[in-house]
């Protein structure tokens, strides 16, 4: 073989030792690349996600993982992967002038607080690391049900209502579990239907999807501007001013009209409300804009930050992301999430 042969193989061959030597070190970046990005964009469908991942609803394979060992809405330590994985059961919950207190709601992983009008709430309270023994009374369904639902892929425990409301359910994830055709899996207490959990989680199917991670838990709060905070309140127009304040033993925020719960982060989302017309009482019916974007103010124990909120479709997850426009980091517990309309104000103290 020649000299110049010689080393024109041995090019040839360094060459080829480099090539399988980076393609090693790609495959070695991919496979250990599971630490998540803390961007956040307006068409991410998970609470923290990479901006080059795809949108999709389901949790990604490192959110099932930490679903193995914690509860997906709370971030608290699950007993097990069968625990951690049970079906999400929501229920309507109306509070206002002639209606009982609420029951239930302190066992609640979150909760919605819509304000429909005058000093009416309407909770929408979802269940899936605790079983209260009953929750209600139980409402009827209402426009905003199936865009705040549709991730969850949820059972849903409900009053009837309007066939304009229920029946867009049917288009979405949600399992629609009515009074009228599960009326076993009710009670009634002075002419008020009540929710028993356990029967309704009996209905589930065998193979109903194992909740998406809606929050990404950390502890303590982690976000920009994050400051202390003791008492939250809430002007909403039109309304008498909505408190609530941090109580160090449970270490909870408490408020009137919660049934006492006390959750460990509470988040106050403005948003658009639009007037839906109830057919059959031919009333309008005020309810919350769920897809879009706007701003938001979180505590979280007793801590507090500013934030932006976004949720690009119904079947997507809405994005908490602070003024540096990284995603928040909530402490582990139960979280109350109040949809408040423009022109409130939000204060903390």
Known sequence: MSRRHSIACGLLLMLAIGALALSSCRASGVASGSTRSHSATADSSTAVSS????????????????????????????????????????????????????????????????YPAGDAVRYLALFQSQQPARVGPVGPAAPEDGRL???????????????????????????????????????????????????????ASPRSAAPVILLPHSRPLVGSGVRAAHTLTITMPGRTPLTWRYDAKPRGWRSTGTGGATPTNVIVQVMPYRSVLDRNHGTPVRSPVIVGTGSCRVVSLDQTAGCTWSKPGAAKLTNYVDAGGFPLQFAPGPTWVLLVPPGSTVKTG
């Open 51 to 114: 901006p080059s991942e795809s949108p999709s609803a389901d949790p990604t394979s490192s959110e099932s993982a930490e679903s193995a060992t914690t509860f997906p809405l709370t971030g608290a330590a699950a007993s097990g992967a069968a625990a951690a994985s049970r079906p999400v059961l929501a229920v309507a919950v109306p509070v206002g002038p002639g209606l009982p207190a609420p029951t239930g709601l302190q066992a609640a992983d979150i909760v919605y607080a819509g």
């Open 149 to 203: 639902l549709d991730v969850m892929h949820p059972l849903f425990a409900f009053n009837d209502g309007p066939k304009r409301f229920v029946h867009p359910l049917s288009r979405t994830s949600v399992v629609a579990l009515p009074r009228s055709a599960h009326a076993a899996a009710y009670t009634v207490t002075s002419g008020k239907p009540y929710a028993t959990p356990s029967a309704l989680l009996a209905l």
